[in-house]
């Protein structure tokens, strides 16, 4: 490409200064462009518009508003800012690469050498300089901050080398002032998941760096590498916010510390862990905005949030949420604590951890270090007069029989249990030692509970379904009950909905998640059969008679509602 020879054809440039600009770039060793725009003989927008016609390559005209972490991360600042080369969004999985110089053979080449190495596809923008440097900027202002804190440490500690001879800093003054870099290095952390809408943040020490990762919508994304100089100042520093022991560092210790964000509380929980590496920190972000959930915004198709409502207004029984843990068991529960959350009513609860503080309500902190057990708690419990119980999960034979004694004397029992689906909720309970003529009595609702991402609203792309999608969906939909086929009506032709990626959802596709569920309620018919064959396969046949929603049913209905994608719902749902 001559740009030079082009930019004479329009009139853009004369003979003379096309001399003058290749005098100056032997002599200062700068590109055409540079000194094209240094020497103002041209507007930049208008240089690059040119230049984005003769290379045949989109132009990039305006900074992103925002761009994820994770495309950031992909190609390390120093490599940007040498090769003017940057990662600028995803599309459809291949990653859209800026270049101020896209016909740099080096730049081209270490492109190449970063996509192997990190595993992406790409293509190629053209970017001006100032868009450049405007999206240079963009990678993580926590990044920067963290930087600035960095090398204010760095200059504490010198500072402290230098006057080690002469004397020792042992005051209040001293220690602060070293602290504060490390500091506002948790802060800067901390906020970044509050504002990102992180539900946790993992601090793991590597081999030769501090990684930082933030869950957002259920997956973990790498957002920050750290020196693995500043780990200790890091986990102790953490340590102190939650009230743990700073020097010991063998054994997990748990915690939690809160603050307030935009005129509202935050908790954070922190887990402790040694690794071969050094101690790793888990840190669960509580944000009641997150954790209070209206019963209606669970994501519960409509039947079933009757069916929910229908139960906590019966006296006594017991409402179990079963799932793999972070599918939001406790959310539910919390949602229905809050519908029973009465002034007329005692309600306590004994969990472990205690998620979230809610008003109102007796929450008890399990504490098996003093031998406060789920069992001697439940024991506790019942003499508080209760009349609604939670328990944060059944874990044994001993809690399990508690738990049925205390729905079976007139309780409304709250509790989670781990089994694969709702159907699995009967034979684990009798697996646990409750005999079957119990389960009838006490057992009120069985709920099943998957969490799935829903697609960005901003970037969805609407498309035909496959045969095999459409098969798929069909299939499901015929199982459903005759008069949920009537209101759930499978449209012709079929349109679903894929992730594209956008800013407004850091370029995933998705942005925020909800349920998707099966609720099995206990029927008479279904008490006479535990009588006879307790079996999940018997328990199977009951529910389909019962007409309950499977969870993947439920998934694929808000699939073809255009709120998650089909992929999703084969990602977390299982087949029934």
Do not use: W
């Amino acid at each position: 490409m001559d740009l030079l020879k082009v930019l004479v054809q329009k009139g853009k440039l004369n003979q003379k200064q096309v001399q003058e600009i290749n005098e100056k770039v032997v002599d200062s060793g700068q590109r055409v462009e540079e000194v094209i725009i240094a020497e103002k003989l041209m507007a930049e927008a208008d240089l690059f518009q040119i230049k984005s016609e003769i290379l045949d390559l989109p132009l990039i005209s305006e900074v992103p508003k925002s761009i994820s972490s994770d495309i950031l991360s992909l190609i390390p600042r120093d490599s940007a800012e040498h090769y003017y080369l940057i990662p600028i969004g995803r599309k459809d999985e291949i990653v859209e690469i800026g270049m101020v110089y896209p016909q740099d053979i080096q730049a081209r080449e270490a492109l190449k050498f970063l996509s192997r190495r990190s595993g992406f596809d790409y293509n190629i923008f053209l970017v001006s300089p100032s868009v450049f440097r405007g999206i240079l900027d963009k990678y993580q202002t926590a990044e920067r901050e963290v930087k600035e804190a960095l090398e204010s440490l760095e200059d504490e500690l010198e500072k402290e080398r230098g006057e080690l001879s002469l004397k020792v800093d042992t005051s209040e003054a001293g220690r602060t002032m070293e602290q504060a870099p490390v500091i506002k290095m948790v802060a800067v952390i901390l906020r970044e998941a509050v504002e990102g809408r992180a539900s946790d943040v993992h601090i793991e020490p590597m081999q030769d760096k501090l990684r930082v990762r933030f869950r957002l919508d259920g997956m973990l994304h790498s957002s920050l590498f750290l020196p693995l100089k500043v780990h200790a100042a890091v986990i102790s520093r953490l340590k102190i916010l939650a009230h743990l022991k700073i020097d010991e560092t063998r054994i997990p210790q748990d915690g939690r510390f809160s603050t307030r964000f935009q005129s509202r509380r935050i908790d954070f929980r922190i887990s402790t862990l040694p690794t071969t590496q050094g101690e790793k920190a888990a840190i669960r972000v509580l944000d009641p905005e997150q954790g209070f959930a209206d019963i209606s915004k669970l994501g519960a198709l409509p039947e079933q949030e009757a069916i929910l409502k229908e139960a906590i207004k019966m006296p006594f029984g017991m409402i179990l949420a079963t799932g793999p843990t972070g599918s939001g068991k406790t959310t539910t529960l919390y949602s229905l604590l809050r519908l029973l959350n009465q002034e007329e009513s005692n309600v306590v609860t004994l969990e472990d951890p205690v998620e979230y503080f809610i008003e109102g309500v007796n929450q008890s902190q399990i504490r098996p270090e003093i031998n406060y057990s789920f069992i001697r708690g439940l024991r506790q419990l019942v003499r508080q007069d209760p009349d609604v119980i939670m328990v944060g999960e059944i874990r044994d034979d001993e809690t399990a029989s508690l738990a049925v004694h205390a729905a079976l004397t007139g309780h409304i029992l709250l509790s989670t249990l781990h089994t694969n689906n709702a159907v699995g909720v009967i034979p684990r309970l009798i697996d646990m030692g409750i005999d079957p003529f119990l389960v009838g009595p006490t057992l009120r609702l069985a709920i099943a509970q998957r969490l799935v991402r829903c697609l960005c609203p901003e970037c969805k792309k609407k498309v035909i379904a496959t045969d095999a999608q459409r098969e798929l969906i069909a299939k499901h939909y015929q199982a459903l009950p005759t008069h949920l086929q009537k209101k759930y009506v499978l449209p012709d032709p079929l349109y679903i909905y894929q992730p594209v990626g956008c800013e407004a959802c850091n370029f995933s596709g998705y942005k925020g998640r909800l349920g998707v569920f099966e609720v099995l309620k206990m029927t008479d018919n279904l008490a006479d059969i535990l009588l006879k064959d307790t079996s999940e396969e018997k328990v199977a046949q009951e529910a389909e008679r019962q007409e309950m929603i499977t969870m993947r049913q439920s998934g694929l209905i808000r699939v073809v509602e255009g709120l998650t994608s089909i992929e999703e719902i084969l990602r977390t749902t299982v087949d029934s």
